[in-house]
């Protein structure tokens, strides 16, 4: 009987898996037309030179870690710039980081049914679907998160393994920066692990002293050859309504209440209206453990940042201190995109929780969430199979 269970759980895993890498195949294969930022990009593409993307802001207001579009750029035109060859390394990004993300879930959800529906809330998400087949830096976003969680959870062991695979790992983690935006949010919990192993061991200064160098300069390169040839100005008017505004008090609350309801309510699907609803109530439990799981864990981690539990809590205010200042908005959905998985873990973790409460209770909760992901992933498949993809579908109508 067990192994009947067991290997029905596996066949679930897998069939789960296929339907999510299906689904995102059969969007990126549906050749909808580029549109908005997409044509945008493009023109960054199309106008500048391979070297001026290095020495000039992209074109139409658009902010695109350079790096990442030179690549695009150095592959694409060999297609001539065709919409797949376009698309093609989101789709790869989106493709790995999913399996990055299924490592990772494996380290949190211990229990099969809980590891089901996480692998569910990405079937069901319209976000992790639509961005894999998007000419926008967001799938590369949510690639590099994963890496530094799968890192962060692995540092202790390599770090007491030492050799060489440790330290090239240390030297090009921070390589990171130069494809995405939001890695500037990760790059102080590997070193503030090894500056707490040089206090309980000096011999890990070396390691220390690589991490450091290497972060330096890659930040350095990132702010030289990107980062100061951004339209500041352009992107906080194009994000304007979604910043966290300091003025007063009251805006302040409003703002932030707003950012903190995007963020735990938009993962899934938006219309019909119902299920965004729908959505909040079930990634309240999520919110909760983001600060539950941090006082639980912590402590116990000995102050380092090994975990999801310990690192999302931390993440999250950085966002909202970024929002606070206007250097990076607060509560979008795509741009914050490299949370998603990391809140839907929580999610998973915080409906856990119920289990110490009651057990029906919990039972309750956790039923009603996988049908709810049942009924919008079938929604998004039927759009998918239909029709092409849009960011804010009306999976069903009502």
């Given at each position: 009987m067990i192994l009947n269970v067991n290997f029905l759980y596996r066949a679930a895993f897998v069939l789960l898996i296929a339907w999510y890498a299906s689904v995102c195949t059969i969007h990126y294969l549906s050749l909808r037309s580029l549109w908005n930022d997409e044509l945008a990009v493009l023109d960054s593409i199309r106008f500048l030179k391979p070297l001026e993307l290095f020495v000039l802001p992209l074109k139409t207001d658009q902010a695109f870690p350079h790096f990442y579009l030179f690549g695009i750029q150095s592959f694409a035109k060999h297609f001539g710039n065709y919409t797949l060859s376009l698309r093609f390394f989101p789709f790869v990004c989106m493709m790995i980081a999913f399996a990055i993300w299924l490592r990772v879930a494996r380290r949190e959800l211990k229990s099969p049914s809980e590891y089901l529906t996480f692998i569910l809330c990405w079937i069901a998400s319209v976000p992790l679907i639509y961005y894999s087949a998007e000419l926008k830096q967001y799938s590369m976003d949510v690639l590099v998160s994963g890496l530094f969680l799968c890192f962060l959870y692995e540092q202790e062991k390599l770090r007491l393994l030492g050799g060489r695979k440790y330290v090239t790992i240390l030297a090009l983690l921070p390589l990171s920066v130069m494809f995405s935006y939001p890695a500037y949010f990760f790059l102080l919990f590997p070193l503030w692990n090894l500056f707490r192993a040089?206090?309980?061991?000096?011999?890990?200064?070396?390691?220390?002293?690589?991490?450091?160098?290497?972060?330096?300069?890659?930040?350095?390169?990132?702010?030289?050859?990107?980062?100061?040839?951004?339209?500041?100005?352009?992107?906080?008017?194009?994000?304007?309504?979604?910043?966290?505004?300091?003025?007063?008090?009251?805006?302040?609350?409003?703002?932030?209440?707003?950012?903190?309801?995007?963020?735990?309510?938009?993962?899934?699907?938006?219309?019909?209206?119902?299920?965004?609803?729908?959505?909040?109530?079930?990634?309240?439990?999520?919110?909760?453990?983001?600060?539950?799981?941090?006082?639980?864990?912590?402590?116990?981690?000995?102050?380092?940042?090994?975990?999801?539990?310990?690192?999302?809590?931390?993440?999250?205010?950085?966002?909202?201190?970024?929002?606070?200042?206007?250097?990076?908005?607060?509560?979008?959905?795509?741009?914050?995109?490299?949370?998603?998985?990391?809140?839907?873990?929580?999610?998973?973790?915080?409906?856990?929780?119920?289990?110490?409460?009651?057990?029906?209770?919990?039972?309750?909760?956790?039923?009603?969430?996988?049908?709810?992901?049942?009924?919008?992933?079938?929604?998004?498949?039927?759009?998918?199979?239909?029709?092409?993809?849009?960011?804010?579908?009306?999976?069903?109508?009502?």
């Open positions: 040089v206090q309980e061991d000096r011999s890990q200064l070396n390691f220390f002293a690589v991490y450091l160098s290497s972060l330096l300069i890659f930040v350095a390169l990132s702010y030289q050859f990107d980062i100061r040839l951004r339209p500041v100005e352009s992107v906080t008017n194009g994000f304007n309504d979604y910043f966290i505004a300091t003025n007063s008090l009251k805006d302040f609350v409003q703002t932030f209440g707003e950012g903190v309801n995007n963020l735990f309510s938009r993962w899934f699907v938006e219309l019909p209206k119902v299920f965004r609803k729908l959505a909040r109530v079930f990634l309240f439990f999520g919110l909760i453990y983001m600060f539950v799981g941090f006082l639980k864990n912590i402590h116990k981690s000995q102050w380092k940042f090994c975990s999801i539990s310990t690192v999302a809590l931390v993440v999250f205010l950085e966002l909202a201190v970024a929002g606070a200042l206007q250097k990076y908005p607060f509560g979008v959905p795509r741009t914050a995109l490299f949370l998603c998985p990391m809140l839907l873990i929580l999610t998973v973790q915080g409906i856990r929780q119920l289990k110490t409460l009651n057990r029906y209770v919990y039972y309750m909760v956790h039923g009603s969430f996988l049908v709810y992901l049942c009924v919008v992933a079938i929604g998004i498949l039927r759009i998918v199979l239909t029709e092409p993809l849009i960011a804010i579908p009306t999976i069903w109508s009502l």
